[in-house]
């Protein structure tokens, strides 16, 4: 998978400035939900055709990436 910054982008002025696909509105939140949902590749593809599989596999580097560096905070 290539560098998952080539599709996915933040603007303070899009949807809050959440991780968004590069040209869209989609973030990579809505395509984690789809996906959470039992949504397949090709249904989310067919649902909105401005997005590649690449956007969806770098939402997903993404998540991993940022679940990488969450610190857990014990109670």
Not at 34 to 43: F, I, P, Q, V
Not at 52 to 60: D, P, Q, S, T, Y
Request: include cysteine.
């Amino acid at each position: 998978m290539e560098d998952f910054r080539k599709y996915i982008t933040f603007n303070p002025n899009i949807r809050f400035g959440k991780a968004c696909i590069i040209g869209t509105r989609i973030t990579a939140a809505d395509i984690l939900s789809w996906l959470g949902s039992g949504m397949t590749n090709d249904e989310i593809l067919a649902d909105f055709p401005e997005l590649k599989k690449e956007h969806i596999l770098a939402v997903l580097q993404f998540a991993a990436k940022r679940e990488s560096i969450i610190k857990t905070i014990a109670a």
